[in-house]
T-cell receptor, first 111, second 113 residues
Framework: GQNIDQPTEMTATEGAIVQINCTYQ??????LFWYQQHAGEAPTFLSY????GLEEKGRFSSFLSRSKGYSYLLLKELQMKDSASYLCAVRDINRDDKIIFGKGTRLHILP | DVKVTQSSRYLVKRTGEKVFLECVQDMDHENMFWYRQDPGLGLRLIYFSYDVKMKEKGDIPEGYSVSREKKERFSLILESASTNQTSMYLCASSLGRAGTEAFFGQGTRLTVV
């Protein structure tokens, strides 16, 4: 099977930094995605990692360790508009290359 | 920009009705997916397709079927709607397999009464 675990909820303060962790178990890892989803809206793509290391994109960075089955999404200089759910998703080549999502982390930003 | 369009934003249907949810993408993507999203359960894959006339079961296909007669259109069919199929349904498409992200439609909030 395939398990993707991430915290259900997190709270952070405007202007601060927050790290959202994701652990996964898969037999045929073929890439990890992070999506952002505001309430009532569709998920939008944030980042993709397939090799170990850090991918930086503006205020957002994503890290991957394949040997540990671990990723994190780092959000810097938090803004109120960053209040959303953050979804970790994994592609498994042994499961028809399906993209399977975790349950998401709801991030609350306090002023 | 990639555009994935779902035919309805909100839908209310009666138990036992046959329901069609339509999804169209305009970027010639090969892959298309149907997910449902429920509180506390996240996004769960119902069916997906990697080519015209191809379909593969996802993790929760029971009670659903799909149709992909044209590359740009992927339809989800609820053969006989039931109240436990009340959910948010999300269609997605992607260009290829490895390394390409999925783009989502705006979602259809289906209520079965």
């Amino acid at each position: 099977g395939q398990n993707i675990d991430q915290p259900t909820e997190m709270t952070a303060t405007e202007g601060a930094i927050v790290q959202i962790n994701c652990t996964y178990q898969t037999s045929g890892f073929n890439g990890l995605f992070w999506y952002q989803q505001h309430a009532g809206e569709a998920p939008t793509f944030l980042s993709y990692n397939v090799l170990d290391g850090l991918e930086e994109k503006g205020r957002f960075s994503s890290f991957l360790s394949r040997s540990k089955g671990y990723s994190y999404l780092l959000l810097k200089e938090l803004q109120m508009k960053d209040s959303a759910s953050y979804l970790c998703a994994v592609r498994d080549i042994n499961r028809d290359d399906k993209i399977i999502f975790g349950k998401g982390t709801r991030l609350h930003i306090l002023p | 920009d990639v555009k994935v369009t779902q035919s309805s934003r909100y839908l209310v249907k009666r138990t036992g009705e046959k329901v069609f949810l339509e999804c169209v993408q305009d970027m010639d993507h090969e892959n298309m997916f149907w997910y449902r999203q429920d509180p506390g359960l996240g996004l769960r894959l119902i069916y997906f397709s990697y080519d015209v006339k191809m379909k593969e079961k996802g993790d929760i296909p029971e009670g659903y079927s799909v149709s992909r007669e044209k590359k740009e259109r992927f339809s989800l069919i609820l053969e006989s709607a039931s109240t436990n199929q009340t959910s948010m349904y999300l269609c997605a498409s992607s260009l290829g397999r490895a390394g390409t992200e999925a783009f989502f439609g705006q979602g259809t909030r289906l209520t079965v009464v």
